[in-house]
């Protein structure tokens, strides 16, 4: 607890952002975000971890195979799993096996490829699930408030080399028979991710997103640029010109809200010296200083193959799969400046004391004059083992995971505030951080928030939990590995 920040905000209002037990204890364990773009792994436990790239995948990915367990087989099932198993040994002369894997809870049979001609790394999951996904995600740390990676997001999917529509994005969630269609911008990466369970359906998707990430029209065509990031637009001869853009617009909405606005210097604080130091998504007041030149040597610099994790799941063939995508892969040469210059430096835990911080933020009028308090720390500067990981989840469900855990209650049950923010745990990125605090505090309770977060610390520090709480988080931790979904 070396470094910790905390902020006091001038006024208050806004909605709820508890999170959830379920979403927490997700957010706890899913690790694969972080696992995905490192090194690459050997290990089998890496592999369960690697499928999970981010929430919105985790939820969506294959079911839980029990069926598939071979004690109670039929044998039907006996033949699926020997067809599975055969999986493991398929081969592509454009690809190399890097590493095998089976994880049985999930009736998963996992092979690492490495695309011999790019590097690009290829996880490829076989399972019985007809609901197939593909997924590429590339680093992609900014080194300003730009919002780059943002608006690259948007962009390459407004028309790319084959498909030269304007609008792909759109016509394929009109025509397709998609389960999952979506693009996420991570402080640190970007990812794109595509599921159907017809096969011709998919095939098509895979296309159109591979030749999107890798061929967009956007890094030709400045239009794109400039109506997906922002250009200046005069609406009447009289009236001064303004500032427009579809991710401009989106990030004034999102930097007028109070919690996002505390979330966002949160993090901020913690890592002044990293890539999470800046706002990926773009600050308003800074995205009109990206050029277009800039925006298309950020595509340049990390959208390549050899800074790319590419993966596929469900019960589509393995070897289309290889072949599918060394059609794309084959045009590019390796790159080896490209994964390192992509790599996220660690943030030191350089504070010495307690850093408090306070901003300001823009209420109504009719608004309450209330505070928002959170404290937070940053956990650690170096890479942690699996039971470290485990054992922070396991003390964060124990410190916030309920409503009666420890932590969450004594803060709301304080009378200090009206609702608790902060959702513990957040393993999402490289370090892991802990944040908690409350919304709706009058100003005079604003060091009795702390003052209470940090006795609940030490009460707990001294006398531990019970085996019983102890007992009930491991399992309902157990649970949400064993069957996420
Ligand atoms: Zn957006």
């Known amino acids: ?65 029990s069926i598939l367990n071979s004690a109670t087989a039929s044998p039907e099932t006996s033949n699926n799993l020997e067809a599975l198993e055969k999986t493991l040994d398929v081969t592509h002369p454009a690809f190399e096996t890097i590493t095998k894997d089976i994880v049985t809870e999930y009736g998963a049979y996992c092979t690492l490829y490495r695309h011999k001609k790019s590097g690009a790394e290829l996880l490829s999951v076989a399972s019985d699930d007809d609901n197939k996904v593909f997924g590429i995600t590339f680093r992609t740390p900014p080194e300003d408030s730009t919002g780059v990676p ?14 030269t529509t304007k609008d792909p994005f759109v016509q394929l969630l009109q025509g397709s028979l998609q389960t999952f269609l979506n693009a996420f911008t991570y ?45 200046l637009e005069l609406e009447d001869k009289s009236k001064p010109l303004t500032y427009k853009g579809v991710v401009y617009n989106e990030m004034k909405g999102v930097y007028s809200s109070p919690d996002s606005l505390m979330y966002r210097s949160a993090q901020q604080s913690l890592f002044p010296d990293n890539t999470y130091g ?10 009109p200083d990206l050029s277009f030149e800039q925006f298309a040597d950020f ?25 599918l995508m060394d059609e794309y892969l084959s045009e590019f040469d390796a790159s080896p400046e490209s994964k390192p210059g992509s790599e996220i430096k660690w943030q ?40 470290d990981e485990l054992t922070l989840g396991i003390l964060d469900h124990l410190l916030m995971g309920t409503t009666q855990s420890i932590l969450r209650k004594t803060v709301l049950e304080s009378g200090l505030g009206a609702a608790v923010v902060g959702g513990g745990l957040s393993d999402e990125l490289l370090q892991a951080t802990f944040s908690v605090g409350l919304k709706g505090v009058d100003k005079e309770n604003v060091e009795k928030v702390e003052e209470t977060i940090v006795a609940t610390l030490k009460k707990v520090a001294e006398e531990g939990f019970s085996d019983d709480a102890i007992a009930s988080s491991m399992n309902t931790i157990e649970f949400d590995v064993r069957f996420p979904f």
């Open 348 to 387: 030191a835990k350089k504070f010495t004391e307690p850093q408090r911080l306070q901003f300001p933020y823009p209420v109504g009028e009719d608004q309450p004059d209330t505070h928002m308090v959170m404290m937070n720390w940053l956990l650690n500067d170096s890479r942690m083992s699996l039971t």
């Open 278 to 287: 800046v706002d990926s998504g773009g600050d308003p007041i800074v995205i």
């Open 150 to 163: 943002h608006i690259l997001e948007h962009s390459v999917l407004c028309g790319s080399r084959k498909y």
């Open 187 to 231: 402080p640190d990466r970007t990812c794109y991710v595509v599921a159907s369970q017809n096969e011709k359906d998919f095939y098509n998707l895979v296309n159109v997103y591979a030749d999107a990430v890798f061929y967009p029209r956007a890094v030709s065509d400045s239009n794109v640029h400039a109506q997906e990031g922002w250009h």
């Open 1 to 65: 607890m070396a470094f910790f920040a905390y902020m006091t905000l001038s006024l208050s209002r806004g909605h709820t952002v508890a999170t959830s037990v379920r979403a927490l204890s997700l957010a706890s364990f899913s690790t694969g975000a972080r696992h995905v773009l490192g090194k690459p792994s050997a290990g089998g436990s890496s592999f369960s971890a690697a499928v999970n790239n981010g929430p919105a995948f985790y939820r969506r990915g294959f079911h839980s195979s």
């Open 299 to 323: 595509h340049k610099k990390f959208y390549h193959p050899a800074n790319s994790r590419i993966y596929f799941s469900g019960d589509d063939d393995v070897a289309t799969r290889l072949e």
